[in-house]
């Protein structure tokens, strides 16, 4: 089995596919706009808006698209993508990257569980919690 995250933006996804792409070192795989699916958005607007993209990470993937159901886009809630590095280096760059523009929810730091670790919210509204590396037991 495999579970990828899924998550739908605002009319930014391309965007912030590319920056998470840059951020986190990935490979955009595919960015399809609706403009260019065999079934073309009715609503004209809809054309430059991301209808699927997969961005793979060190053999991970992260799955987008931009928001096209007719009722309006509530934003993403409830979750948080995880991150865990080997070193506290590399953890705080990407802290660092990602909160730019962002909200940080908990400063990196040092806790019972991690060497470092922090919680953000982005600039395109996606909750990470980066950490790195785990204490040793």
């Known amino acids: 089995m495999q579970l990828d995250p899924y998550v739908f933006f605002d009319g930014n996804c391309a965007e912030a596919m590319r920056f998470y792409e840059k951020t986190l ?16 958005p009715e609503n004209p607007a809809d054309r430059d808006r991301i209808l699927h993209a997969h961005l793979e990470l060190d053999g991970k993937h992260l799955l987008a698209s931009d928001w096209m159901a007719p009722h309006a886009y509530e934003g993403m809630k409830g979750f948080s993508l995880s991150l865990q590095f080997d070193n506290v280096d590399e953890a705080k760059r990407v802290f ?3 909160s730019d523009g962002g909200k940080v929810n908990m400063a990196m730091q040092k806790t019972f569980w991690s060497e470092s670790f922090g919680m953000l919210v982005d600039r395109y509204g996606l909750g990470w919690m980066v950490g790195g590396p785990g204490t040793k037991q």
């Open 25 to 40: 070192g990935g490979k955009i795989q595919m960015m399809l706009k609706a403009g260019d699916s065999p079934a073309p």
């Open 96 to 98: 660092d990257a990602l």
